[in-house]
């Protein structure tokens, strides 16, 4: 069983933060330290968008360029746990921001393709008002 729980989303103003989280649980997340996570995000009638993505140790994370600058992706491996500090929030930050965790042999490894993840959260809802 494998489930990842985002949380944190809500209705906000241009220029605001918000930060989301990520819960990993399962019998396959016993070593959470193997994965590499990712956040995505997808607006309605639209392809999914890479966001942000960490390395299993946390020691390397890679950007959108539509985020970089503005967003920070961290984890606390200990808790099983990711977190994505969005500031300076844009009405085109607008979505559904999807959590996803594939395991990787390579601790400083990252990915940004939707398909190199196994698993994926159900999504919170991000709405930033002009």
């Known amino acids: 069983q494998v489930l990842l729980v985002e949380s944190g989303g809500g209705l906000v103003q241009a220029g605001d933060s918000l930060r989301l989280s990520c819960v990993a649980s399962g019998r396959t997340f016993i070593m959470f330290s193997i994965y590499a996570m990712g956040w995505f995000r997808q607006e309605p009638g639209k392809e999914r968008e890479f966001v942000a993505s960490?390395?299993?140790?946390?020691?390397?994370?890679y950007y959108a360029d539509s985020v970089k600058g503005r967003f920070t992706f961290s984890r606390d491996n200990a808790k099983n746990t990711v977190y994505l500090q969005m500031n300076s929030l844009r009405p085109e930050d607008t979505a559904v921001y999807y959590c996803a965790a594939t395991p990787t042999a390579y601790s400083g490894t990252y990915f940004w393709k939707g398909t190199d993840y196994r698993h994926w959260g159900q999504g919170t809802q991000v709405t930033v008002s002009s």
């Open positions: 960490i390395s299993p140790s946390g020691g390397t994370t």
